[in-house]
């Protein structure tokens, strides 16, 4: 009987040994979280580097059908020697200009603009020009708030300034909370129900000075990447041949 209870204390655990492998798994499960953390950055990461070409196909599909960029040409406002009617255009009063040139803003990838008697208001499948659209299924996922600071050339900072609302943004995959302003907010496309948190905008930048042939064109489509932080406005008087993230900006130009 002596002999058996030794076998069986022989064969079993003492506290100290339990204390260690439960550190050591404890330490596995550490591990697996940090390694999970970091493949979920570098998916999001791939996710915005997939959809900013996706944005990109767009908007040279528009230019492929109409021979412009969105807000340049006849698809800026009247008062600019465009044939868009302010009137026609969904901003809040007062902030034509601002909304529709802001860098964050995708509505004419979604609906044409122009009026109905226009040339290029509508596809022709004979001349096989005009809007085509809309270009990008995903876009128009919310309304956005932007600050006026940011420049259609890349300078500025879209935290600051006054707020443009109701932009038709499309959304980075990172993930972030408005700030404390209000800006870089979102709502759903009803514009009544706020987002707590949801990606930064993808920004387009450079479209007035924009050629296919043109190997120097900064036309450009940003994401602030992972950090939420918009920090290529070195962009807006550097090099713009420079193409590549800055910070950990995503970057990609139209005619490269």
Not at 38 to 67: C, N, P, W, Y
Not at 85 to 104: I, K, M, T, Y
Not at 151 to 175: E, N, Q, R
Not at 207 to 236: K, T
Request: charged share 20%; net charge negative.
């Amino acid at each position: 009987m002596k002999r058996q209870a030794s076998a069986i204390s022989q064969c079993g655990f003492t506290l100290i040994e339990l204390l260690v492998v439960i550190a050591i798994l404890a330490g596995l499960g550490g591990l697996l979280v940090v390694a999970y953390d970091g493949t979920q950055g570098v998916v999001k990461t791939q996710s915005a580097m997939f959809e900013i070409a996706e944005v990109k196909k767009a908007l040279l599909r528009f230019h492929r059908d109409t021979g412009f960029l969105p807000g340049t040409g006849p698809f800026d406002l009247e008062a600019n020697g465009g044939a868009v009617r302010e009137s026609d255009v969904p901003a809040p009063a007062g902030q034509a200009d601002e909304w529709l040139h802001s860098p964050a803003n995708f509505w004419q990838l979604l609906e044409s603009s122009l009026p109905p008697d226009h040339a290029l208001s509508t596809w022709d499948p004979v001349t096989r020009r005009g809007w085509n659209g809309p270009y990008f299924e995903t876009a128009g996922n919310g309304l956005l708030v932007i600050g006026t600071d940011l420049g259609t050339d890349g300078s500025g900072d879209p935290k600051l300034g006054d707020p443009v609302p109701a932009l038709f943004g499309i959304a980075d995959p990172y993930v972030r909370e408005p700030t404390d302003t209000g800006l870089l907010g979102w709502t759903d496309l009803s514009g009544s129900n706020p987002r707590d948190r949801w990606g930064r905008p993808y920004l387009l930048f450079g479209v007035d000075a924009f050629s296919l042939h043109n190997g120097e064109s900064p036309a450009r489509i940003v994401s602030s990447g992972e950090n939420g932080v918009y920090e290529s406005q070195v962009l807006a008087d550097g090099n713009p041949t420079n193409d590549g993230s800055i910070g950990d900006d995503l970057v990609l130009y139209l005619a490269r």
